[in-house]
């Protein structure tokens, strides 16, 4: 049995954020986990390609991935990184806007609210 993970338009949006969660939290995975990951994810190589340059099965290489996958989500999950992230960039963008609209007040208490997530 040959298991293909396919990379659809609307999978597009999971690997984005897999991609973050991979930035924020490499550093808690093994080398192999990170190995698997940056292949997979970063240099866009099959399963069949990973799992020749590991010498392991394809199904092992998924399965290892998918663990990962939920490893990074379950660090998201007790951290928060990603999410303080987004947060801050919104915070960020808000304030942008604001300053062009010279609404000074507004975005001292946005920096105030960036200043607290800290």
Do not use: W
Request: proline share 1%; charged share 30%; glycine share 2%.
């Amino acid at each position: 049995m040959e298991i293909h993970l396919t990379r659809s338009p609307c999978m597009l949006e999971k690997t984005t954020r897999i991609n973050f969660l991979y930035d924020f939290y490499q550093a808690l995975l093994t080398d192999k986990q990170r190995n698997y990951m940056e292949m997979y994810y970063l240099e866009d190589l099959s399963l069949g390609e990973i799992s020749e340059s590991f010498n392991v099965s394809r199904q092992a290489i998924y399965d290892n991935i998918r663990r990962t996958e939920q490893m990074l989500e379950d660090y998201e999950k007790k951290l928060g990184l990603y999410q303080k992230f987004q947060e801050r960039q919104n915070l960020l963008k808000q304030s942008k806007e604001l300053l062009s609209e010279q609404k000074y007040e507004q975005v001292t208490a946005i920096i105030d609210q960036i200043m607290e997530m800290e």
